[in-house]
């Protein structure tokens, strides 16, 4: 059973198409995010959902009923804004107890469900409080709170998290996907931070100028991306540029441009023969020294850049080609000095590579 | 500390024109008119204080009566400056496009690049019983003979909405230009209809320039002079007309004085009591960070 569904969902502004033929189902209780650069028709795709804009042409279905004819304030979607849009001139009680009123229900009805709300995302004294007085963390809880106060279909979330300071950052996103549980509603979550997707959803949609260009769980984006873009723009990875030289049983010899030959797993049909490709290899599948079969480059180390668990050490190839290779353990035991030789290498299935056009 | 003093000296220095605008011109000529009013005039040169002339006015209802009135006519053209200038406003602020925004709000200004003197007239060209409108009329042959749209109230209530609806404008749309688009769509979002969403978020959001609009419109109108003379004539009974009459035409200041100070005293209490039945306060409205 799906509680969202949109099928070849399009919007044109003039001549240019914000969301371009986009389907895809939100099964009941999940988590789902869209993630996307900015610009991409992330923004557009959920206002309308919401019912801010007019699809050009397909369909929206909640719950299995299509609602493009529903007005948004009639809509079983609530929504979170990016500024969270309280309202500042009413407290918090009365920014909770809004939707309801705005139902019609009854003032003994409105203010046990206030309490019941504000006591299952752990606030429970804030009724009196104003918006103002609230910490950051806080105001997140109850713009949550206040739709979910609703019991809606579906809650979507427009980049709730990107006001807030890196470390309340990471604290949200586990509390957010512990919200999402406790309340056991549909989550559609936009964001341009891929670890807020990664981290927190059960299926994630990567967008790409106004299409989908693949929607899976995170594993699956990070560890098979089907096209370039998302294996560049999921996970941090090396990223060469090369031409691929024979192509055969799914893997390709690919000459880089900078020097040097590696054997990847083609990630597309567009790779044939001749053909211009990008490679992409990620950090942490990189080790130091020679590794017994797969590919291997070597060259000097450049610098080394420490980040605890998700230290690099940089190596610049024979080519010129920085490579990012990932170094947990950054103390005496990895004798690592710029200026080192060094000889990188990583297994062939690690290694992806993909068509360009032109 | 040097530092510290310079600041001090700057500070001084700064607010020296507002100390003096405010003390000369407001504070000194309100003193003299409160001194003068409680002055009474028993001979030539012979003068004695008490409060004579506050009971003069008591017991000449054309007095208190063109007060009441114009208090009363002042509310009127408040309100209607508030129910024609919000929706002017709110579409400046909210529905016009980034770049129309400022051409509107220019427009709104260019009447006052014309002397109130010369709008007024402007009216009278219109409205007198050889006008514009009333030659239409007739040249359409929909009355038969000329009609005179001077001189009555419903004129004067028009002419003062106009003159004052941009003092109205002006705080709504910086109050609303402050308010962010989405919280109208979360408003809508969580349930609410237009109608819940204007009286619940719109409303409430621009309070403070509602409340700073309609002062400013109420003291200006309660104030005016030229509007209501010339296009109410004789018959606007308009209590600043009063004030001039007491003043220039019988030569009594001691009266006039006394006017002055009830009109402040009046207008005043009408904005209390206006604040007051509204719930509203200056701290939580007007003077709000």
Redesign the interface.
Known sequence: MYDLQCERLTKRFGQHIAVNDVSFDVPRGSFFSILGPSGCGKTTLMRMIAGFETPTGGDIRIKGASVLSTPPNRRSVKMVFQHLALFPMMNVGENIAYGLRCRGENKADIGRKVAAVLERIGLPDVAEKQVSQLSGGQKQRIAIARCMVLEPDVLLLDEPLGALDLKLRERMKIELKLLQNQFNTTFLYITHDQSEALVMSDNVAVMNAGRFEQIGSPQELYNSPRSGFVAGFVGDSNRWQGRAVDVADGEARVALDAGGEVIAMTGDSKVAAGSKVEVFVRPETISLGAGADGNRLSGTVDSLLFNGANSRVLVRTAGGNLVEVGHAVMDGSSPVRPGDQAEISWRREHCLCFGVAG | MPRSDAGKLSLILLFMPFVLWMALLIVLPQLGVGYLSLREKLGPGKYSFGLANYMDFLHEPVYWNTLLRTAWMSILVTILALIVGFPVAYYIAKIARQRSRAALFLMCLIPLWVSDLVRAFGWIVLLRETGLISGFLQGIGLISGPVELLYNDVTVVVGLVYTVVLFMIVPLVSTLDGM?N??I?????????RF?VFR??VV??A?PGIVAGCIIVFMLTAGSYLTPILLGGKNSMWFTEQIYEQFVTRYNWESGATFGVLLLAFTSFVVWLGLRLTGQSLASTVAKD
């Open positions: 962010d989405s919280m769509e979360a408003g809508y979002n969580l349930g609410g209809s819940t619940r978020i409430p959001y309070m």
